[in-house]
């Protein structure tokens, strides 16, 4: 059964950094696109952050997190990470990581995924 475990995430504090994961079992993340998406509150849409292309293919990012968050793959270990660095207040979210339909997706519609992870919140505040 395909399954995706995220980890990670808590309270940090505006500038720090944060790494979280998802561990992917019932097919190789490696060959397949994966995305990070973020919810920033209860009543509001999600939100595209972050893509990796499959095998080992470009990335891509939101505006509002380019340059501060990065994400990569380890085939090996079949999980998917998103470090964040200069974690900003804005960036308070609940965070998935989630396989689009549709290869080289960036969507931000939840529909247009097949499996995410269960989610894991980030919260930033001083």
């Known amino acids: 059964a395909v399954q995706l475990l995220q980890s990670g995430g808590g309270l940090v504090q505006p500038g720090d950094s944060l790494t979280l994961s998802c561990a992917v079992s019932?097919?190789?993340?490696?060959?397949?696109?994966m995305n990070w998406v973020r919810r920033q509150g209860p009543g509001k849409g999600f939100e595209w952050v972050a893509?990796?292309?499959?095998?080992?293919?470009?990335?891509n990012y939101a505006a509002s997190v380019k340059g501060r968050f990065a994400v990569s793959i380890d085939a090996a270990k079949n999980t998917l990470y998103l470090q964040m660095t200069s974690l900003r207040t804005e960036d308070t979210a609940l965070y998935y990581c989630?396989?689009?339909?549709?290869?080289?997706?960036?969507?931000?519609?939840?529909?247009?995924?097949?499996?995410w992870g269960q989610g894991t919140q980030v919260t930033v505040s001083s």
């Open positions: 989630a396989t689009p339909r549709i290869r080289g997706s960036k969507s931000s519609d939840r529909n247009d995924y097949a499996y």
């Open positions: 019932g097919f190789r993340a490696y060959y397949s696109d």
């Open positions: 893509s990796i292309e499959n095998r080992g293919g470009p990335t």
